[in-house]
């Protein structure tokens, strides 16, 4: 049998609000949808001998993290981010598991958008363009 499925709404995304000194990991206020993506370029090495079919081998992998959430009165890591996009800084992400796995990365700020609706909630989107590996941490 499978194991236990993981309800999506347990899954947070911290980003470090310290410094690189001493990190301090901070939940991304009012989130409601993150995505992680993760992506190989794939490099074509096709040649006359393959007998007609393409080969292909595994090129450089990059990853990516998309979140969204509902914008909060006060929420102390939107304002460190507000800050580190500003400045065109590199900042921490890391996705939270229930089970306690955590994947973390630097990141760049690449999309960051707010939208201020007169009939909705306003609420933020944010896009993180990871620089290195994505690390992974299985569940303690």
Same mark, same amino acid.
């Given at each position: 049998?499978?194991?236990?499925?993981?309800?999506?709404?347990?899954?947070?995304? @911290?980003?470090?609000?310290?410094?690189?000194?001493?990190?301090? @990991?901070?939940?991304?206020?009012?989130?409601? =949808?993150?995505?992680?993506?993760?992506?190989? =370029?794939?490099?074509? /090495? /096709?040649?006359?001998?393959?007998?007609? %079919?393409?080969? =292909?081998?595994?090129?450089? =992998?990059? %990853?990516?993290? &998309?979140? $969204?959430?509902?914008?909060?009165?006060?929420?102390?890591?939107?304002?460190?981010? *507000? &800050?580190?996009?500003?400045?065109?800084?590199?900042?921490?992400?890391?996705?939270?598991?229930?089970?306690?796995?955590? @994947? /973390?990365? $630097?990141?760049?700020? +690449?999309?960051?958008?707010? &939208?201020?609706?007169? *009939?909705? #909630?306003? /609420? @933020? +989107?944010? +896009?993180?363009?990871?620089?290195?590996?994505?690390?992974?941490?299985? #569940?303690?």
């Amino acid at each position: 049998m499978a194991g236990t499925k993981i309800a999506g709404v347990d899954v947070l995304i @911290y980003v470090n609000t310290g410094t690189d000194a001493t990190p301090t @990991y901070t939940v991304l206020g009012g989130q409601s =949808n993150a995505t992680l993506n993760r992506n190989t =370029n794939i490099v074509n /090495t /096709t040649s006359k001998d393959d007998g007609g %079919w393409a080969a =292909n081998v595994a090129g450089i =992998n990059s %990853w990516g993290l &998309e979140c $969204e959430g509902y914008l909060m009165a006060s929420d102390a890591a939107l304002d460190k981010m *507000e &800050e580190v996009w500003a400045n065109r800084q590199t900042v921490i992400a890391e996705i939270r598991m229930p089970s306690g796995k955590t @994947y /973390t990365g $630097e990141c760049i700020i +690449s999309d960051f958008p707010a &939208e201020f609706p007169q *009939e909705d #909630a306003a /609420t @933020y +989107s944010i +896009s993180f363009t990871g620089t290195g590996a994505l690390t992974v941490q299985p #569940a303690v």
